[in-house]
Protein backbone atom coordinates (compact mmCIF):
# COMPACT_ATOMS: atom_id res chain seq x y z
CA UNK A 1 0.00 0.00 0.00
CA UNK A 2 1.04 3.62 -0.81
CA UNK A 3 -0.28 6.53 1.05
CA UNK A 4 0.78 8.59 -1.77
CA UNK A 5 -1.24 7.59 -3.83
CA UNK A 6 -4.29 7.80 -1.58
CA UNK A 7 -3.35 11.53 -1.00
CA UNK A 8 -5.64 12.72 -3.77
CA UNK A 9 -8.33 10.57 -3.41
CA UNK A 10 -8.15 12.28 0.31
CA UNK A 11 -8.19 15.92 -1.56
CA UNK A 12 -11.10 14.88 -3.18
CA UNK A 13 -12.87 13.87 -0.99
CA UNK A 14 -15.66 16.13 -0.11
CA UNK A 15 -17.31 14.90 3.33
CA UNK A 16 -20.75 16.68 2.66
CA UNK A 17 -22.53 14.30 4.68
CA UNK A 18 -21.62 15.78 8.08
CA UNK A 19 -23.78 18.76 8.34
CA UNK A 20 -21.83 22.24 9.34
CA UNK A 21 -23.43 24.19 12.35
CA UNK A 22 -27.11 22.92 11.88
CA UNK A 23 -27.81 23.15 15.76
CA UNK A 24 -27.23 26.34 18.11
CA UNK A 25 -23.87 26.41 20.49
CA UNK A 26 -24.59 22.96 22.22
CA UNK A 27 -22.90 24.18 26.01
CA UNK A 28 -25.49 22.19 27.58
CA UNK A 29 -24.45 18.87 25.65
CA UNK A 30 -21.13 19.23 25.12
CA UNK A 31 -18.77 15.98 25.25
CA UNK A 32 -15.46 17.93 26.01
CA UNK A 33 -13.86 17.68 29.24
CA UNK A 34 -13.45 21.27 29.41
CA UNK A 35 -16.81 22.44 29.21
CA UNK A 36 -18.74 19.25 31.03
CA UNK A 37 -15.82 20.08 34.25
CA UNK A 38 -17.46 24.10 33.74
CA UNK A 39 -20.63 23.21 33.59
CA UNK A 40 -20.36 20.83 36.52
CA UNK A 41 -19.00 23.71 38.26
CA UNK A 42 -21.85 25.90 37.52
CA UNK A 43 -24.32 23.56 38.79
CA UNK A 44 -22.31 22.76 41.75
CA UNK A 45 -22.06 26.37 42.72
CA UNK A 46 -25.56 26.72 42.76
CA UNK A 47 -26.14 23.60 44.75
CA UNK A 48 -23.90 25.21 47.47
CA UNK A 49 -25.52 28.35 47.17
CA UNK A 50 -28.82 26.74 48.03
CA UNK A 51 -27.43 24.73 50.86
CA UNK A 52 -25.77 27.37 52.59
CA UNK A 53 -29.46 28.95 52.56
CA UNK A 54 -30.94 25.91 54.30
CA UNK A 55 -28.46 25.65 56.19
CA UNK A 56 -29.48 29.26 57.32
CA UNK A 57 -33.06 28.51 57.61
CA UNK A 58 -31.98 25.38 59.60
CA UNK A 59 -29.47 27.66 62.39
CA UNK A 60 -32.35 30.64 62.52
CA UNK A 61 -35.32 28.33 63.94
CA UNK A 62 -32.95 26.11 65.90
CA UNK A 63 -33.70 26.52 69.51
CA UNK A 64 -30.23 26.13 71.62
CA UNK A 65 -28.63 26.86 74.65
CA UNK A 66 -25.93 29.69 74.90
CA UNK A 67 -23.03 26.17 74.72
CA UNK A 68 -24.69 25.39 71.24
CA UNK A 69 -25.55 28.53 69.70
CA UNK A 70 -21.63 29.38 70.51
CA UNK A 71 -20.57 26.20 68.65
CA UNK A 72 -23.20 26.38 66.01
CA UNK A 73 -22.18 30.41 65.38
CA UNK A 74 -18.31 29.36 65.30
CA UNK A 75 -18.98 26.79 62.86
CA UNK A 76 -20.95 28.99 60.51
CA UNK A 77 -18.33 31.62 61.07
CA UNK A 78 -15.39 28.99 59.95
CA UNK A 79 -17.93 27.74 56.72
CA UNK A 80 -18.69 31.03 55.19
CA UNK A 81 -14.91 31.66 55.78
CA UNK A 82 -13.81 28.25 53.93
CA UNK A 83 -16.07 28.52 51.22
CA UNK A 84 -15.44 32.17 50.74
CA UNK A 85 -11.45 30.68 49.91
CA UNK A 86 -12.50 27.92 48.05
CA UNK A 87 -14.93 29.54 45.85
CA UNK A 88 -12.42 32.36 44.79
CA UNK A 89 -10.14 29.24 44.03
CA UNK A 90 -12.78 27.37 42.12
CA UNK A 91 -13.59 30.88 39.80
CA UNK A 92 -10.15 31.34 39.36
CA UNK A 93 -9.72 28.28 38.26
CA UNK A 94 -13.13 28.48 36.46
CA UNK A 95 -11.70 31.39 34.07
CA UNK A 96 -8.46 29.90 33.56
CA UNK A 97 -9.64 26.41 32.06
CA UNK A 98 -9.45 25.34 28.69
CA UNK A 99 -7.02 26.84 26.19
CA UNK A 100 -7.31 25.41 23.38
CA UNK A 101 -4.94 26.90 20.69
CA UNK A 102 -1.56 25.58 21.93
CA UNK A 103 0.56 22.86 20.92
CA UNK A 104 -1.01 19.43 21.56
CA UNK A 105 1.74 18.32 23.92
CA UNK A 106 1.32 21.30 26.05
CA UNK A 107 -2.55 21.73 25.82
CA UNK A 108 -2.83 17.60 26.98
CA UNK A 109 -0.58 18.73 29.83
CA UNK A 110 -2.60 21.44 30.58
CA UNK A 111 -5.92 20.23 30.84
CA UNK A 112 -4.78 17.07 32.34
CA UNK A 113 -3.41 19.36 35.33
CA UNK A 114 -6.62 21.25 36.11
CA UNK A 115 -8.30 18.07 35.63
CA UNK A 116 -7.10 16.59 38.43
CA UNK A 117 -5.79 19.67 40.52
CA UNK A 118 -9.60 20.66 40.44
CA UNK A 119 -10.70 17.25 41.36
CA UNK A 120 -8.02 17.60 44.25
CA UNK A 121 -9.67 21.24 45.98
CA UNK A 122 -13.17 19.86 45.02
CA UNK A 123 -12.48 16.94 47.16
CA UNK A 124 -10.71 18.61 50.05
CA UNK A 125 -13.60 21.55 49.94
CA UNK A 126 -15.94 19.07 50.60
CA UNK A 127 -13.98 17.26 53.63
CA UNK A 128 -13.49 20.38 54.89
CA UNK A 129 -16.53 21.75 55.05
CA UNK A 130 -18.88 17.83 55.77
CA UNK A 131 -18.02 18.12 59.24
CA UNK A 132 -19.04 21.78 59.82
CA UNK A 133 -22.16 21.26 57.85
CA UNK A 134 -22.93 18.27 60.52
CA UNK A 135 -22.01 20.18 63.32
CA UNK A 136 -24.07 23.11 62.32
CA UNK A 137 -27.35 20.95 61.97
CA UNK A 138 -26.71 18.50 64.92
CA UNK A 139 -26.00 22.03 66.84
CA UNK A 140 -29.44 23.41 65.26
CA UNK A 141 -30.94 20.31 67.14
CA UNK A 142 -29.49 19.25 69.73
CA UNK A 143 -27.83 20.48 72.80
CA UNK A 144 -26.05 17.17 73.71
CA UNK A 145 -22.19 17.59 72.71
CA UNK A 146 -21.65 14.12 72.91
CA UNK A 147 -23.96 13.57 69.78
CA UNK A 148 -22.89 16.59 68.53
CA UNK A 149 -19.14 14.97 68.18
CA UNK A 150 -20.03 11.92 66.79
CA UNK A 151 -22.32 13.54 64.02
CA UNK A 152 -19.48 15.42 62.93
CA UNK A 153 -17.20 12.65 63.34
CA UNK A 154 -19.14 10.08 61.12
CA UNK A 155 -20.04 13.21 58.40
CA UNK A 156 -16.26 13.42 58.10
CA UNK A 157 -15.13 10.17 57.40
CA UNK A 158 -18.51 9.48 55.24
CA UNK A 159 -17.33 12.78 53.41
CA UNK A 160 -13.80 10.83 52.78
CA UNK A 161 -14.84 8.22 50.82
CA UNK A 162 -18.06 9.52 49.06
CA UNK A 163 -16.43 12.74 47.63
CA UNK A 164 -13.46 10.75 46.74
CA UNK A 165 -15.77 7.94 45.28
CA UNK A 166 -17.90 10.85 43.55
CA UNK A 167 -15.16 12.29 41.90
CA UNK A 168 -13.83 9.13 41.02
CA UNK A 169 -16.44 8.28 39.18
CA UNK A 170 -17.15 11.51 37.55
CA UNK A 171 -14.07 12.48 35.94
CA UNK A 172 -11.99 9.26 36.86
CA UNK A 173 -11.72 7.69 33.56
CA UNK A 174 -11.35 10.80 31.40
CA UNK A 175 -8.28 11.50 33.46
CA UNK A 176 -7.36 8.47 33.21
CA UNK A 177 -7.49 8.34 29.10
CA UNK A 178 -5.74 11.85 29.04
CA UNK A 179 -2.82 10.63 31.05
CA UNK A 180 -2.64 7.71 28.60
CA UNK A 181 -2.34 10.41 25.49
CA UNK A 182 0.00 12.65 27.80
CA UNK A 183 2.41 9.43 28.46
CA UNK A 184 2.04 8.55 24.51
CA UNK A 185 2.64 12.54 23.43
CA UNK A 186 5.79 12.20 25.89
CA UNK A 187 7.54 9.00 24.89
CA UNK A 188 10.68 9.94 22.85
CA UNK A 189 10.64 7.28 19.66
CA UNK B 1 -14.03 28.86 8.14
CA UNK B 2 -16.34 28.23 4.79
CA UNK B 3 -13.05 27.74 3.06
CA UNK B 4 -11.77 25.08 5.85
CA UNK B 5 -14.80 23.12 6.96
CA UNK B 6 -13.91 20.21 4.74
CA UNK B 7 -10.72 19.93 6.65
CA UNK B 8 -12.99 20.03 9.35
CA UNK B 9 -15.36 17.24 8.68
CA UNK B 10 -12.48 15.00 7.99
CA UNK B 11 -11.09 15.59 11.04
CA UNK B 12 -14.45 14.35 12.73
CA UNK B 13 -14.37 11.56 10.39
CA UNK B 14 -10.93 10.24 11.52
CA UNK B 15 -11.85 10.46 15.08
CA UNK B 16 -15.48 9.52 15.77
CA UNK B 17 -17.18 6.76 13.64
CA UNK B 18 -21.02 7.55 15.01
CA UNK B 19 -22.04 10.18 12.75
CA UNK B 20 -23.95 11.57 15.63
CA UNK B 21 -20.98 11.35 17.28
CA UNK B 22 -18.86 13.03 14.25
CA UNK B 23 -21.93 16.21 14.03
CA UNK B 24 -21.40 17.02 17.66
CA UNK B 25 -17.65 17.15 17.35
CA UNK B 26 -18.09 19.32 14.50
CA UNK B 27 -20.24 21.47 16.62
CA UNK B 28 -17.73 21.92 19.42
CA UNK B 29 -14.47 22.59 17.45
CA UNK B 30 -16.59 25.37 15.87
CA UNK B 31 -17.02 26.43 19.16
CA UNK B 32 -13.62 26.45 20.35
CA UNK B 33 -12.43 28.47 17.41
CA UNK B 34 -15.00 31.15 17.92
CA UNK B 35 -14.22 31.09 21.57
CA UNK B 36 -10.59 30.90 20.53
CA UNK B 37 -10.44 33.41 17.91
CA UNK B 38 -8.98 36.07 20.21
CA UNK B 39 -5.98 33.81 20.53
CA UNK B 40 -4.90 34.33 16.80
CA UNK B 41 -2.50 36.76 16.69
CA UNK B 42 -1.38 36.34 12.60
CA UNK B 43 2.14 35.33 13.43
CA UNK B 44 1.44 31.47 12.30
CA UNK B 45 -0.95 30.54 9.26
CA UNK B 46 -4.54 30.82 10.01
CA UNK B 47 -4.92 26.97 9.38
CA UNK B 48 -1.63 25.75 11.67
CA UNK B 49 -3.81 27.43 14.38
CA UNK B 50 -7.21 26.02 12.95
CA UNK B 51 -5.20 22.50 13.49
CA UNK B 52 -4.25 22.89 16.96
CA UNK B 53 -7.62 23.92 17.87
CA UNK B 54 -9.43 21.48 16.00
CA UNK B 55 -6.98 18.99 17.56
CA UNK B 56 -6.92 19.64 21.22
CA UNK B 57 -10.64 20.05 20.72
CA UNK B 58 -11.01 16.22 19.10
CA UNK B 59 -8.75 14.35 21.55
CA UNK B 60 -10.47 16.06 24.73
CA UNK B 61 -13.68 14.97 23.20
CA UNK B 62 -15.28 11.67 24.16
CA UNK B 63 -18.15 9.69 23.61
CA UNK B 64 -21.37 10.57 25.44
CA UNK B 65 -22.15 8.13 28.27
CA UNK B 66 -25.12 6.51 26.81
CA UNK B 67 -23.01 5.27 23.94
CA UNK B 68 -20.14 3.05 23.21
CA UNK B 69 -16.94 3.98 25.18
CA UNK B 70 -13.73 5.06 22.96
CA UNK B 71 -11.69 2.82 22.06
CA UNK B 72 -7.82 3.08 22.11
CA UNK B 73 -6.15 0.32 20.52
CA UNK B 74 -2.17 0.16 20.82
CA UNK B 75 -1.20 -2.71 18.93
CA UNK B 76 -3.35 -4.53 16.15
CA UNK B 77 -4.13 -7.73 17.66
CA UNK B 78 -6.19 -9.12 14.87
CA UNK B 79 -4.96 -11.87 13.36
CA UNK B 80 -4.56 -11.92 9.25
CA UNK B 81 -7.21 -13.08 7.20
CA UNK B 82 -6.33 -16.11 5.01
CA UNK B 83 -7.10 -14.38 1.70
CA UNK B 84 -7.10 -10.83 0.93
CA UNK B 85 -9.69 -8.92 -1.14
CA UNK B 86 -7.73 -6.48 -3.84
CA UNK B 87 -9.09 -3.34 -4.09
CA UNK B 88 -8.55 -0.88 -7.17
CA UNK B 89 -10.80 2.13 -6.73
CA UNK B 90 -9.25 4.82 -5.24
CA UNK B 91 -12.82 5.79 -3.47
CA UNK B 92 -13.33 2.60 -2.39
CA UNK B 93 -9.71 2.56 -0.98
CA UNK B 94 -10.37 5.55 1.11
CA UNK B 95 -13.48 4.18 2.45
CA UNK B 96 -11.20 1.35 3.96
CA UNK B 97 -8.96 3.66 4.76
CA UNK B 98 -11.15 5.76 7.06
CA UNK B 99 -12.34 2.00 8.28
CA UNK B 100 -8.41 1.70 9.32
CA UNK B 101 -7.71 4.81 10.93
CA UNK B 102 -10.59 4.62 13.26
CA UNK B 103 -8.31 2.25 15.02
CA UNK B 104 -6.06 3.97 15.79
CA UNK B 105 -5.09 5.96 18.77
CA UNK B 106 -5.57 9.73 19.03
CA UNK B 107 -2.15 11.20 18.58
CA UNK B 108 -1.60 8.31 15.60
CA UNK B 109 -5.02 9.96 14.16
CA UNK B 110 -3.56 13.05 14.10
CA UNK B 111 -0.23 12.11 12.80
CA UNK B 112 -1.34 10.49 9.62
CA UNK B 113 -4.00 13.15 9.29
CA UNK B 114 -1.54 15.59 9.01
CA UNK B 115 0.36 13.74 6.92
CA UNK B 116 -2.66 13.14 4.36
CA UNK B 117 -3.23 16.68 4.44
CA UNK B 118 0.38 17.43 3.08
CA UNK B 119 1.95 18.83 6.20
CA UNK B 120 5.90 18.70 6.08
CA UNK B 121 7.45 17.00 9.78
CA UNK B 122 8.09 20.59 11.04
CA UNK B 123 4.75 21.85 10.74
CA UNK B 124 3.53 18.52 11.95
CA UNK B 125 6.29 18.88 15.04
CA UNK B 126 4.72 22.34 15.61
CA UNK B 127 1.49 21.37 15.72
CA UNK B 128 1.59 18.11 17.86
CA UNK B 129 4.47 19.84 20.52
CA UNK B 130 7.33 17.22 19.81
CA UNK B 131 10.07 16.80 17.66
CA UNK B 132 10.48 16.37 14.09
CA UNK B 133 12.52 13.27 14.53
CA UNK B 134 10.14 11.97 16.92
CA UNK B 135 7.37 12.90 14.19
CA UNK B 136 9.20 10.88 11.93
CA UNK B 137 9.65 7.62 13.36
CA UNK B 138 6.45 7.93 14.51
CA UNK B 139 4.94 8.41 11.43
CA UNK B 140 6.53 5.63 9.89
CA UNK B 141 5.44 3.07 12.68
CA UNK B 142 1.50 4.59 12.51
CA UNK B 143 1.84 3.94 8.24
CA UNK B 144 2.73 0.44 9.24
CA UNK B 145 0.15 -0.22 11.92
CA UNK B 146 -2.26 1.14 9.19
CA UNK B 147 -1.31 -1.04 6.91
CA UNK B 148 -1.66 -4.25 9.10
CA UNK B 149 -5.15 -3.02 9.88
CA UNK B 150 -6.21 -3.16 6.51
CA UNK B 151 -4.29 -6.25 5.91
CA UNK B 152 -6.43 -7.50 8.85
CA UNK B 153 -10.03 -5.98 7.29
CA UNK B 154 -9.15 -8.42 4.69
CA UNK B 155 -7.69 -5.64 2.02
CA UNK B 156 -5.20 -5.33 -0.04
CA UNK B 157 -4.27 -2.08 -2.32
Redesign the interface.
Known amino acids: ?1 N ?1 D ?6 AD ?11 K ?3 D ?7 RLRRNMQREFLLQVIGFVCLIVVVLWSPGNALSIFIVSTAVFLLLTQAVYYFSRFYLFYKAVG ?10 YK ?1 TYELELNMEIYKSFNYCIAPLVALIVAGSMTTSLFVIFIVSGVAQIISFFLFDLYVRTRYGR ?1 LA ?2 K ?2 ME ?2 ET ?2 | MEAH ?2 IL ?2 I ?2 IYQDD ?1 I ?8 I ?3 LW ?2 YD ?2 RGDSQFSS ?1 MY ?2 A ?3 A ?6 EKRRQ ?1 T ?1 VTAPNNQLPEELQPVRD ?2 E ?2 KI ?1 YRAVQKL ?3 EK ?1 LIFL ?4 QSGKEIA ?6 PL ?1 VR ?2 LG ?1 T ?1 DKL ?1 YI ?1 KTLGY ?2
Not at chain 1, 5 to 10: G, I, T
Not at chain 1, 15 to 21: G, N
Not at chain 2, 21 to 28: A, C, F, I, N, R
Open positions: MFNLKDAWDRTDDIPLAVRIPLETASIVARYDLGLRKSIIRELKIDLEE | NGRKCRPDQHDLLQELLQLSSFWRVFNTIVFFKKDFKGQLFNKVAYMEGAILGITNVRRKKIEF
